[in-house]
Every structure is written in C-alpha cells, then in structure tokens.
C-alpha cells in the first residue's frame, strides 16, 4: 500500500489538485481565442499582444475583485457555478465603465480542501461568464490552506486586463450639463452588502435558506444566489452605436457613492427615486432589519446595477439599444450644476 505524502498528511492533497484540473480542463478551453499561446498548465499565461496593433494609442485597464461573504451562501447550499459569473460581473464590469474591452481573466481559489468536483463547479461558472462576455480565462490558481479555512470554505477572486483607445476613455471628463442618467436593472442584489444580508435575514430573521418567501416567489437561497448581470458585452454594444460619456458600475457603497465617482465636481446628478421600484428583496431587507433608507440606500444597489450617462439627445437610442438587448432601462435622472462646492455629486429625490 502506497503510504501519504508528508504533505498529504499535513493536510495538502496534490492528487486532488491534479484531479480538479484535469475537470475544469474542457470549460477552460471554451474561453479561448485565437491570441492564447499555448494551454492550460503553465507557470503563465500568454496572450498574444500583437493583437493589438491595429489601435492607434491602446491603453491597457485592469481590475481585481471578488464575491465576498455571498460565498457563505453557495457553501450552505452547496451550489457553486453561480458565484463564477459573480467574480467575473464584479471584475469585468468595472473594466468596461472606462469603455474598455476585456481580453483575458485569471482567477484564484483558496480552500480548505480540495474537493475536485467543487472546484471544477467554481471554475465551470467562470468560465460560462467569460464566453458570455467575450473574455479569455488565461489561468488561474487554486490553494488548499488545511489550519487557515475550513474543509468547506473556499474564496475566490479574479483580475482581468482590458484594452481602450486612449481618446475613447469614458468618464467625468466627458460628462456635461444637461446629460442623461441611464439606470440599467440588477438581476437582484448582485455581490454586495451580504454581510448585512446574512445578518439580518439569517441571524436576526432566522429565515431557513430553503424557506419559500411569498413576496420573492422562491425560497431565499434561490433569490441570494441568482447571479450578478453581467453588464460588460450590453454596454460595449451601445458604446458602439451611441454617444456615451460615462458608465458607474453600482457595487459597494450602493447608487449615490458609486455614480459621484463619475460626476465632475462643478456638476450633480438628480435621481428621482420614483422612475423605479426595487425588486421585493431590497424591501425585505429593510423591513425586518429596520434600516433607515439612507443606510440601505448606501449599502445595495436598489434595483440598479449599471449607469449611463450619456448626452440627452442620445438617451432614447441607449435606452432602445439596451431593450433589444434584452436589458431594461430607463432614464432616472439628469447631470445639472453643482450651486455649492459643498453640494453631494449624487442627489437622490422622491417625486
């Protein structure tokens, strides 16, 4: 009888790992394009940058970023492929608010233990995100830490590097008085502002995950785990065949924070919170965690996942173009003057 590794009984099963390439193998390879060199395996991944000649001034963007304690969640339920098209909505999606196409991603996964299946569910969830936004999966890494994590926990996160011509770069710069305000629908409460989810529907609540909730028509694990929109190939699109000035990709820190992010300082955003309803999950967690709305307005994203701002006139093309892409839309609000330098970028009104 073969006897364990000094390694494999410190805990660090390297058959495992070897096991769970060999599983995520074919859904990597579905990522491919033409500009990767070589397989999966190596100490790097290559992609080809000559690709790239044909942009006149190129500039490269990169992002990096995880999915959070919403893992707590697929651990419990032990469904792992929807947390992969988290890590690359929340990586990608930040990419493109600059107006940059994505080219290749890399992933990391830290355990407890290897468990081949699970890792390859992670990584099947990854990659099916990466071909639905048009992104390489070029590699990536997986740990095992036995003493650091539990045998059942694991983290992920991601970073990916994008490309955008240097007099294509979308931003505050761009945004003028008079501008549009386009709110594009989350899928629900995306990656963010779980650990006051957990909090209060779990702890506080003690709702069961497998409990069927009226108001959400479907048990709570299923309304938590339902992947973030993907944004990225949606807004490239309109990018392309309208005049756009900037992009917010609505994450921590909610509407307000993130959209002030892109607005110029001689100049405010006024969202008028009656063009929407957030979906029933956003109320249900304020409702039973009594949280005030400022707090919970600064916390998830209320309904909206991505803004627009783009110039008025083009504001029934983005929102048409985004429509027929299967993305609702609509137009929340408008860029005017700041009165006072003390003034908040972002104004949030009820009308």
Same mark, same amino acid.
């Given at each position: 009888m073969?006897? *364990?590794?000094?390694?494999?009984?410190?805990?660090?099963?390297i058959?495992? #790992?070897?096991r769970?390439?060999?599983?995520?193998?074919?859904?990597?390879?579905?990522?491919n394009?033409?500009?990767?060199?070589?397989?999966l395996?190596?100490?790097?991944g290559?992609?080809?940058?000559s690709?790239?000649?044909?942009?006149?001034?190129?500039v490269?963007?990169?992002?990096? +970023?995880? %999915? #959070?304690?919403? %893992?707590?969640?697929?651990?419990?339920?032990? !469904?792992? =492929?929807?947390?992969?098209? =988290?890590?690359?909505?929340?990586?990608?999606?930040?990419?493109?608010?600059?107006?940059?196409?994505?080219?290749?991603?890399? =992933?990391?996964?830290a355990?407890?233990?290897?468990?081949?299946?699970?890792?390859a569910?992670?990584?099947?969830?990854?990659?099916?995100?990466?071909?639905?936004v048009?992104?390489?999966?070029?590699?990536?890494?997986?740990?095992?830490?036995?003493?650091l994590?539990?045998?059942?926990?694991?983290d992920?996160?991601?970073?990916?590097?994008? %490309?955008?011509?240097?007099?294509?770069?979308?931003?505050?710069?761009?945004?003028?008085?008079? +501008?549009?305000?386009?709110?594009?629908?989350?899928?629900?409460?995306?990656? @963010?502002?779980?650990?006051?989810v957990?909090?209060? $529907?779990? &702890?506080?609540?003690?709702?069961?995950?497998?409990t069927?909730?009226?108001?959400? #028509?479907?048990?709570l694990?299923? &309304?938590?785990?339902?992947?973030?929109?993907?944004?990225?190939?949606?807004?490239?699109?309109? !990018?392309?065949? &309208?005049?756009v000035?900037?992009?917010?990709? !609505?994450?921590?820190?909610?509407?307000? @924070?993130n959209?002030?992010r892109?607005? *110029?300082?001689?100049?405010?955003?006024?969202?008028?919170?009656?063009?929407?309803?957030?979906a029933?999950?956003?109320?249900?967690?304020?409702?039973?965690?009594?949280?005030?709305?400022?707090?919970?307005?600064?916390?998830? @994203?209320?309904?909206?996942?991505?803004?627009? !701002?783009?110039?008025?006139?083009?504001?029934? #093309?983005?929102?048409?173009?985004?429509?027929?892409?299967?993305?609702?839309?609509w137009?929340?609000g408008?860029?005017?003057?700041? $009165?006072?330098?003390t =003034?908040?970028?972002?104004?949030?009104?009820?009308r």
């Amino acid at each position: 009888m073969t006897q *364990p590794s000094a390694y494999a009984l410190a805990g660090v099963d390297i058959r495992a #790992g070897d096991r769970a390439v060999e599983l995520m193998k074919h859904y990597v390879a579905a990522t491919n394009r033409s500009e990767v060199i070589g397989g999966l395996g190596g100490f790097a991944g290559l992609w080809d940058a000559s690709a790239l000649k044909d942009y006149r001034h190129p500039v490269l963007a990169t992002s990096t +970023d995880g %999915v #959070g304690t919403k %893992v707590a969640i697929a651990q419990a339920l032990d !469904i792992h =492929d929807t947390v992969g098209y =988290d890590l690359v909505g929340m990586v990608v999606d930040d990419l493109v608010v600059v107006g940059a196409k994505p080219l290749f991603m890399t =992933d990391y996964i830290a355990c407890g233990k290897v468990v081949p299946e699970r890792i390859a569910s992670i990584v099947k969830g990854i990659a099916a995100a990466c071909v639905e936004v048009g992104v390489t999966l070029l590699g990536g890494e997986t740990a095992e830490h036995p003493g650091l994590l539990g045998a059942d926990e694991y983290d992920v996160a991601g970073a990916a590097t994008a %490309v955008v011509e240097r007099d294509a770069l979308l931003g505050a710069h761009r945004v003028c008085a008079g +501008d549009s305000v386009i709110a594009l629908a989350s899928s629900g409460l995306h990656s @963010n502002g779980f650990s006051l989810v957990r909090k209060v $529907l779990l &702890e506080q609540a003690k709702i069961g995950l497998d409990t069927h909730i009226d108001e959400l #028509g479907r048990s709570l694990g299923e &309304e938590l785990l339902t992947p973030t929109r993907l944004y990225t190939a949606d807004c490239l699109a309109v !990018i392309e065949a &309208e005049a756009v000035h900037a992009l917010s990709h !609505i994450t921590g820190g909610g509407l307000a @924070n993130n959209l002030a992010r892109v607005i *110029p300082d001689h100049l405010q955003a006024v969202i008028d919170r009656s063009t929407w309803v957030p979906a029933p999950i956003f109320t249900l967690v304020q409702r039973l965690g009594a949280i005030s709305q400022a707090d919970v307005e600064e916390t998830l @994203n209320m309904g909206v996942g991505m803004v627009i !701002i783009c110039p008025e006139p083009s504001a029934a #093309g983005v929102i048409a173009h985004l429509g027929a892409r299967g993305v609702a839309a609509w137009q929340a609000g408008e860029i005017g003057s700041r $009165l006072e330098p003390t =003034d908040d970028a972002v104004r949030l009104v009820s009308r």
